[in-house]
């Protein structure tokens, strides 16, 4: 027997040199939050779409939650993002009018630089993602355990003198998200 998902899915278009990325919010039961975040967030699928020289992008949330999912809503153009909030209830997405721009101190590099390795200990009470603004991907550590430490630990690729995006969701309430965001630069 086949598994059937039922979810939602809503699309929003993009303009020429912008790249919107959406994260849903999940809040951590509190059972389990003694030991975990308060929040994590889990990014949403997405198909594309061109028209004409824009994007049409459809967000797929694969187990709507009845009483509505909550979504950072990152759009990333040549020098800023623009962070909003958002929430999908029932069948529409409900989207704060209030969107706040974020400007990046640098972002492009003329001179082609190579991946370094950048250690990074995860603090498994702060979830913190990490963004390419450029390709809007995530940067995901590698986890590894420190015998000498005794720790767990991980290391990010990161590119010397460009600037990523990362944030964390602090707290959630009825005006959205605190989202607590920065552009780390990485120098040798």
């Not at 082609?112 to 913190?128: C, H, M, S």
């Amino acid at each position: 027997m086949d598994d059937i998902i039922q979810g939602k899915h809503f699309s929003i278009t993009d303009p020429q040199n912008v790249n919107t990325v959406i994260y849903q919010i999940n809040k951590t039961d509190k059972e389990i939050a003694k030991n975990a975040p308060k929040f994590t967030v889990e990014r949403l699928d997405y198909t594309e779409e061109l028209i004409g020289d824009k994007k049409k992008k459809t967000f797929y949330v694969d187990n709507p939650d009845p009483q509505g999912n909550k979504l950072a809503i990152l759009s990333f153009g040549k020098e800023k993002v623009v962070i909003n909030n958002g929430i999908l209830e029932g069948d529409k997405v409900i989207i704060s009018k209030k969107p706040m721009p974020f400007k990046f101190k640098t972002l492009y590099n003329e001179e082609e630089t190579e991946y370094k390795e950048v250690e990074y200990t995860p603090n498994l009470q702060r979830p913190i993602s990490i963004i390419d603004p450029e390709t809007t991907e995530e940067v995901k550590p590698v986890l590894y355990f420190d015998e000498k430490t005794n720790e767990v630990k991980g290391k990010c690729k990161l590119k010397p003198f460009k600037t990523y995006f990362a944030f964390e969701i602090r707290d959630i309430n009825d005006e959205g998200f605190k989202l607590v965001g920065g552009t780390p630069t990485f120098t040798e």
